[in-house]
């Protein structure tokens, strides 16, 4: 596999972000790509954030005023990426975690914060390469079915599903 740079940032001061984690979100990153044989350089930057500031980003890119887990936001379409002209990676998109929902997930499936922040980036970045499980289905199936197996390649145990039934 090629380059993989993942720029994170921390963007919040709620939840304090346990040692280990940054090293976990880039595995998980080139686990991915890995797996769906990925063979450029690539680049993702990922975002850790707080409570209202993704609930505002949720309603501005999605219409739905409400405090989210994760968003997603590709820069390609159909396989087709921008490429940094410096280096020659494509741009594979963002990647934006609330760590406060994330420790709250993480507490009320009984798994630890690096599980679920794991669970996240990997189910994040399948979008980044466009995958989808918004209309449910067989797609759905096929996203859980990658993102369960990318976990277990990293020896992150499975737990309780992240989903909170409305």
Known sequence: MNKVKVVITNRQNVV?????????????CNAVLREENFSEDAEIAVSFVS???????????RAKDAVTDVL????????????NEST???LLGDIVISMPKAFEQAEFYGHS???EVGFLTVHSMLHL???DHEEGGLPAVHMRE???KILA??????GASYVLED
């Open 88 to 90: 020659g990676a494509l």
């Open 113 to 115: 914060l690096q599980r």
């Open 153 to 158: 390649m990293l020896g992150i145990p499975r």
């Open 51 to 61: 409570n209202e500031e993704i609930q505002t980003l949720n309603a501005k890119y």
């Open 146 to 148: 990658k993102e369960e």
């Open 16 to 28: 304090k972000i346990p040692t280990g984690i940054r090293l976990l979100v880039r595995r998980c």
């Open 72 to 83: 997603s936001f590709p820069l390609g379409e159909n396989g087709k990426y921008d490429r």
């Open 129 to 131: 390469l466009g995958y």
